[in-house]
Antibody, heavy 117, light 107 residues
Framework: EVQLVQSGAEVKKPGATVKISCKVS????????MHWVQQAPGKGLEWMGL????????IYAEKFQGRVTITADTSTDTAYMELSSLRSEDTAVYYC??????????WGQGTLVTVSS | DIQMTQSPSAMSASVGDRVTITCRAS??????LAWFQQKPGKVPKRLIY???SLQSGVPSRFSGSGSGTEFTLTISSLQPEDFATYYC?????????FGQGTKVEIK
């Protein structure tokens, strides 16, 4: 069974950094890009970026460029999304997902990040 | 970036109604268009990929069509479990971009 299991909810102060993990099982981690999607409370879905676990190559959305770092650890089959210089607008649920493969659409359960002083 | 404009942003419908949601791309995206359904507090679920291909396990009352810049998601006969928010997603070019969502509510 394919599973993407994300780390738990986080509360951070403005200016801090958060790092969320997404541990996969049930498939070969390096076979599929891992994407990250942001969803602010009551808002829509926004693509943040992706990592190719095979070689670590990344692509980031311009909105998050410079603040986001997405990595993949093939020794533990885990993807990470780190977001720095947090501000209140970053309060959101963050999802990892395989996203774009026709027959392989899997999402993590989501991780709520709350940014509050 | 390619902008995806969904319409309507919200709608009220009754069980049994035929529902159509439209997504317009700011430039041609061939058929690189997917539709997702999201219920409150839940993870998005893909319904349609490649504009018109039904994801395995998705009821046949859902269908998608379109190519280029105009796309539609149709629910032929709305069921109680279909009340949710629907998003389109283009992935013809990076960055992938979502529409702003269409909330389908009970009339």
């Amino acid at each position: 069974e394919v599973q993407l299991v994300q780390s738990g909810a986080e509360v951070k102060k403005p200016g801090a950094t958060v790092k969320i993990s997404c541990k996969v099982s049930g498939y070969t981690f390096t076979d599929y890009y891992m994407h990250w999607v942001q969803q602010a409370p009551g808002k829509g879905l926004e693509w943040m970026g992706l990592v190719d676990p095979e070689d670590g190559e990344t692509i980031y959305a311009e909105k998050f460029q410079g603040r986001v770092t997405i990595t993949a650890d093939t020794s533990t089959d885990t993807a990470y999304m780190e977001l720095s210089s947090l501000r209140s607008e970053d309060t959101a649920v963050y999802y990892c997902a395989t996203l774009l493969y026709p027959h392989f659409d899997y999402w993590g359960q989501g991780t709520l990040v709350t940014v509050s002083s | 970036d390619i902008q995806m404009t969904q319409s309507p942003s919200a709608m009220s419908a009754s069980v049994g109604d035929r529902v159509t949601i439209t997504c317009r791309a700011s430039q041609g995206i061939s058929n690189y268009l997917a539709w997702f359904q999201q219920k409150p507090g839940k993870v998005p679920k893909r319904l349609i990929y490649a504009s018109s291909s039904l994801q395995s396990g998705v009821p046949s009352r859902f269908s998608g069509s379109g190519s280029g810049t105009e796309f539609t998601l149709t629910i032929s006969s709305l069921q109680p479990e279909d009340f949710a928010t629907y998003y389109c997603l283009q992935h013809n070019s990076y960055p992938p971009t979502f529409g702003q969502g269409t909330k389908v509510e009970i009339k």
